[in-house]
């Protein structure tokens, strides 16, 4: 390995990264991240550990699902493992459920052809509707980040996810 090519281990990222919910189905709880099919934990979170278990012990397990088909199945075993183990608090499930509103708004406004910053015009609209149907649970929408950074950060994730699944396709041969 040439010295350029070496790896910073200390400075990668110790943050578990949204993304990983629904690429390679792992969540974060109590400071490890823990496996969404088969419930192992990983204490550190390195995206190369997550993958390589991923790919060896669980590969082709979302094999044919689109990106919003993947977001949608890991949010559905987040919130199942929050209702087995009580693991989260209320607010860490609040902020699971907002980021999966944050995913389908932002890929909604990818399709429409709508621009980034049409996010916090959504935003205000929503928000405004839950302070008047349901103003206790108007701090729920308000946590949906739609800011016009986010909703280009989830539709590079999105894109990125749909053409390393065309380049698994290609290689592949499908
Ligand atoms: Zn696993």
């Not at 405004?128 to 206790?136: G, S, V, W």
Request: some cysteine.
């Amino acid at each position: 390995m040439s010295p350029t090519k070496k790896r910073k281990v200390d400075d990668e990222c110790r943050v578990f990264k949204e993304e990983w919910t629904y690429q390679y189905f792992f969540t974060a709880v109590n400071g490890k991240a823990a496996c969404l099919i088969c419930n192992e934990g990983i204490s550190v979170f390195k995206e190369y550990n997550l993958k390589r278990h991923y790919n060896t012990k669980h590969a082709g397990y979302s094999e044919g699902l689109s990106t919003e088909q993947k977001v949608k199945k890991a949010a559905e075993m987040v919130k199942n493992l929050i209702k087995q183990q009580s693991l989260f608090s209320k607010t860490q499930s609040i902020h699971i459920s907002a980021t999966e509103a944050s995913f389908y708004i932002s890929y909604k406004i990818e399709q429409s052809k709508k621009t980034f910053s049409d996010g916090e015009f959504v935003k205000d609209c929503i928000v405004d509707a839950a302070r008047i149907l349901c103003p206790e649970a108007q701090n729920k929408f308000e946590n949906i980040a739609l800011s016009r950074n986010t909703v280009m950060r989830r539709v590079q994730d999105i894109s990125k996810d749909l053409s390393q699944q065309l380049h698994t396709a290609c290689q592949q041969g499908l």
